[in-house]
T-cell receptor
Framework: SAVISQKPSRDICQRGTSLTIQCQVD?????MFWYRQQPGQSLTLIAT?????????ESGFVIDKFPISRPNLTFSTLTVSNMSPEDSSIYLC??????????FGQGTRLTVV | DQQVKQNSPSLSVQEGRISILNCDYT??????FLWYKKYPAEGPTFLIS?????DKNEDGRFTVFLNKSAKHLSLHIVPSQPGDSAVYFC??????????????FGKGTLLTVNP
């Protein structure tokens, strides 16, 4: 299994600002994934980040709101832009194991006030 | 439209007894199912999975049962221990279309195991 580190673990931000979340993996991986878990809801895939190409976004998520970088095979960032209280969620980075099982970072708990 | 449903938000059992966590799905393209455990302030941890070609998979105290005709799966924990207290997520993926890495999650069930 991969070891995934996310920073920050939590933050409280003012509406209208942006927050960049970092994800570091201890091994090289082709695909990295960003999920969101809104309060009381399931985990929802935001986008898939491949090294050397633009991220692929799921329905309902757009690059302008959630820009993603993937500069190398062990690192990715997700930015939550122009935040509103509705963006208050847990954001999770993950990578895929051999058998499709996903391994997750500890998550970033974001509160927008 | 929730494709993976965990209809019980919470479950409480006594230590040593069996915990049964249920999950239903609607998408007939799903052919791989996973269970995750999540403690507060931590990310979800993979527990056990099952392919649609099987109806049972066992790993120590954890067993997952799959009933494809009913589109239902369950996770059995025997015997339950206080350390099992966590939120359990059911997830599913479809291998066709080259998107087998996409997991669809349920909302989770909070399991409390009482000493």
């Amino acid at each position: 299994s991969a070891v995934i580190s996310q920073k920050p673990s939590r933050d409280i931000c003012q509406r209208g600002t942006s927050l960049t979340i970092q994800c570091q993996v201890d091994s090289q991986v082709t695909m990295m994934f960003w999920y969101r878990q809104q309060p009381g809801q399931s985990l929802t895939l935001i986008a898939t980040a491949n090294q050397g190409s633009e991220a692929t976004y799921e329905s309902g998520f757009v690059i302008d709101k959630f820009p993603i970088s993937r500069p190398n095979l062990t690192f990715s960032t997700l930015t939550v832009s122009n935040m509103s209280p509705e963006d208050s969620s847990i954001y999770l980075c993950s990578v895929t194991g051999v058998n499709t099982e996903a391994f997750f970072g500890q998550g970033t708990r974001l509160t927008v006030v | 439209d929730q494709q993976v449903k965990q209809n019980s938000p919470s479950l409480s059992v006594q230590e040593g007894r069996i915990s049964i966590l249920n999950c239903d799905y609607t998408n007939s393209m799903f052919d791989y199912f996973l269970w995750y455990k999540k403690y507060p302030a931590e990310g979800p941890t993979f527990l056990i999975s099952i392919s649609s070609i099987k109806d049972k998979n066992e790993d120590g105290r954890f067993t997952v049962f799959l009933n494809k005709s009913a589109k239902h799966l369950s996770l059995h924990i025997v015997p339950s221990q206080p350390g099992d207290s966590a939120v359990y997520f059911c997830a599913a993926s479809a291998s066709s279309g080259g998107s087998n890495y996409k997991l669809t999650f349920g909302k989770g069930t909070l399991l409390t195991v009482n000493p």
